[in-house]
């Protein structure tokens, strides 16, 4: 009898498992499916050392292939144990997704410096971890903030272990003293560096060593991403998938696992279009104007580190007058959000023409990163007085390949698809992925928009029309900027535009497109499919991508 209870209790412990109910039976399968995942990662780990030999630091184990692994088999398993709810709550398995590979981004990169800007993006960040307006950068800090490349960034297991060495033998050296004037008006455009700032503040508080503390602080970027779009993802009643491709791009998964505020304007401005999404969409939601303000303050303060993308907040005007409660509210919301922006604009462009001179005092004399043909006042002349011309030149910059070069080689537009190579699958230093992966997800983006629709639920006819407009608008307002502060003057090319740029308006612009008759997620069992297939592609081109341009190579 003893025999048989406790195999019944075996049975009844593995059903559970497998088809859990409660929080602590899922808590329960999910450390269980970690268990597994690190046995298969070990495993695989094992037979690479017999089929390859020992890492170049003599051991038999690698820790970044085994961690590497790891996520591969837990991700799946983590879909097998929600596979109830993906049809309707697929924001759960993304946030699986998004979390675990960012955190591996971050801590696979180690000290290293691979991304767009590190060295200015860390020495904010230490500047505002340190409550003192006097900061003292170590040796290590100083050469990082500088990005003096002192110390090599790792090609293999050994050569990492030595820079790991270096960076935190010389953090115990100080070779500057930096006085700052930190205020809460210097405060709001390094608002994106505060949680890493954070987490930098509590590791040097627990004396922790300088790469533990570095990676801690990435890791604090990637955790604030996926947390701030799972939550966005959850306001939606449809298009979660296309959210998800474009919260899911490898460029913006990029950005979120080092140091840069691009994580900081991608993620609010997805959280606040979602959150309008939705209010569009739930046609028996009611609010009040504090509660639509409360979207295109969102939107601004997510724009803080490029106020460029503020003006995306006009878009709150999609609003139905149906979703608020009472008339008064309506006018109050739509008063206050067209009515401050006017005057302000308003206001710049009277004081501008009475002082004509602080136009050019806000521009400045260029970047001198552009070369020495920068001149910001000029070029704002030349473009003053060849309208026509600099239009050409902007056609020719967004437009697939019309144009050549001085040497007859073609020039990929912004906007064709080896120009969206730089907006999708583009990973800063370490390289552009290879076409395919770009070629994959500009189908996914298409794929998305033509299905990922609920039957019930349509946006009025037209509504895409203004967001499509805004963006253009916006891609040109970027383009001229970096035209004016980063390009010859009369260049008939623009320096400086990246992709990256384009990911805030991708959601905003492409969520009110498609219609609903070619919709795949209305039905549960057909939702689930394919909501699945469509996270998994993005998770195998995430990893398949960092396992091909940065993990194979660690050994």
């Not at 999910?30 to 070990?42: E, P, R, S, V, Y």
Request: glycine share 6%; with cysteine; charged share 15%.
């Amino acid at each position: 009898m003893a025999y048989i209870g406790f195999g019944y209790h075996m049975t009844f412990s593995t059903k559970k498992l497998i088809y859990p109910e409660t929080k602590a039976e899922y808590l329960l399968s999910f450390l269980t499916a970690g268990l597994l995942a690190a046995i298969i990662a070990i495993c695989i780990d094992v037979m690479a050392y017999l089929a390859i030999g020992p890492t170049s630091v003599g051991t038999w184990y690698n820790k970044y292939w085994m961690v590497f692994f790891f996520v591969c088999v837990f991700v799946p398993l983590s879909a097998f144990i929600l596979r109830d709810s993906l049809g309707e709550k697929p924001e759960n398995l993304f946030l699986i997704i998004i979390l675990s590979v960012s955190l591996l981004f971050s801590w696979s990169t180690g000290t290293g410096q691979y991304s767009w800007d590190d060295g200015i993006h860390y020495r904010n960040v230490v500047i505002w971890s340190d409550p003192d307006n006097s900061i003292e950068f170590s040796t290590t800090e100083n050469s990082i903030a500088k990005t003096t490349r002192v110390f090599e960034d790792g090609k293999n297991i050994e050569d990492i272990y030595d820079r790991e060495f270096e960076v935190n033998y010389f953090d115990n050296d100080v070779c500057e003293v930096t006085e700052t004037n930190k205020t809460l008006l210097t405060a709001y455009n390094k608002i994106a560096y505060f949680p890493s700032a954070f987490m930098m503040f509590v590791g040097e508080s627990l004396n922790l060593p300088f790469s533990v503390t570095y990676i801690l602080a990435k890791m604090a970027i990637a955790i604030c991403y996926s947390l701030i779009t799972y939550f966005g993802m959850k306001k939606l009643l449809t298009g979660k998938m296309l959210y998800a491709v474009i919260a899911l791009l490898p460029t913006a998964v990029f950005l979120a696992s080092n140091y840069s505020y691009d994580w900081w304007v991608n993620a609010f401005i997805l959280y606040a279009f979602a959150s309008l999404a939705g209010i569009v969409q739930d046609k028996t939601r009611k609010i009040n104007a504090l509660q639509g303000l409360i979207i295109p303050l969102v939107i601004i303060i997510g724009s803080f580190p490029k106020l460029i993308y503020a003006p995306l907040a006009i878009l709150c005007i999609l609003i139905p007058k149906e979703r608020f409660k009472t008339k008064r509210d309506k006018y109050i919301f739509r008063g206050i959000l067209l009515g401050i922006p006017s005057v302000i604009v308003i206001a710049a462009c009277i004081y501008i023409y009475m002082n004509p001179a602080v136009l050019f005092s806000i521009i400045g004399s260029g970047d001198t990163r552009g070369g020495v043909d920068v001149n910001s006042p000029a070029q704002l002349e030349y473009i003053l007085n060849n309208p026509l011309s600099y239009a050409s030149t902007i056609i020719t910059f967004l437009m697939p390949p019309i144009a050549h070069d001085a040497i007859g080689n073609t020039i990929s537009g912004m906007l064709s698809p080896g120009g969206l190579k730089e907006v999708f699958t583009h990973y800063a230093y370490l390289g552009i992925l290879p076409k395919y992966y770009c070629a994959a997800i500009i189908f996914l983006l298409g794929f998305t928009i033509l299905t990922d629709k609920n039957k019930n639920i349509n946006y009025k006819r037209g509504t895409w029309i203004f967001p499509l407009l805004i963006a253009i608008m916006l891609l040109i307002a970027i383009i001229t900027a970096m035209y004016i502060s980063f390009t010859g003057v009369g260049s008939q090319e623009v320096h400086g535009v990246q992709g990256r740029y384009l990911i805030p308006l991708l959601f905003p612009t492409l969520i009110w497109m498609g219609g609903s008759r070619l919709a795949l997620s209305g039905k549960q069992s057909v939702a689930t499919n394919y909501n699945t297939i469509v996270l998994f592609v993005m998770f195998v081109l995430l990893m398949f991508s960092w396992w091909q341009m940065f993990i194979s190579f660690i050994y």
